[in-house]
Nanobody, 124 residues
Framework: QVQLVESGGGLVQAGGSLRLDCAAS????????MAWFRQAPGKEREFQAA????????YYADSVKGRFTISRDNAKNTVYLQMNSLKPEDTAVYYC?????????????????WGQGTQVTVSS
């Protein structure tokens, strides 16, 4: 099993920045991707960004390219999502996820482990 714990959500004004942290523990040796998804009220969970466990490759949803950056700290088993130029439409619960699979990085059903979620609210 892998345990994921997110932190760093909160309330920010439009144009501001937040950083989300996701600490992984347990059987992390079989993780291939770490990712961030978000879910707004009444909407489906949607992919935001992913990074390979070794940090070599990253992927982004078109809506966040140039604004969000995913990174990881190998020593701390922690993945980060730096969010800049935030917009009110970025308001959602953000989830960290881990996948043992090496394909379909943007599909939520390929992720085996999920954190509890952290609320991000962007005011206009």
């Amino acid at each position: 099993q892998v345990q994921l714990v997110e932190s760093g959500g909160g309330l920010v004004q439009a144009g501001g920045s937040l950083r989300l942290d996701c600490a992984a523990s347990g059987r992390t040796f079989n993780i291939y991707y770490m990712a961030w998804f978000r879910q707004a009220p009444g909407k489906e969970r949607e992919f935001q960004a992913a990074i390979t466990w070794n940090g070599g490759r990253s992927y982004y949803a078109d809506s966040v390219k140039g604004r969000f950056t995913i990174s990881r700290d190998n020593a701390k088993n922690t993945v980060y999502l730096q969010m800049n130029s935030l917009k009110p439409e970025d308001t959602a619960v953000y989830y960290c996820a881990a996948s043992r699979y090496s394909d379909y990085v943007m599909m939520s059903d390929r992720y085996n482990y999920w954190g509890q979620g952290t609320q991000v609210t962007v005011s206009s």
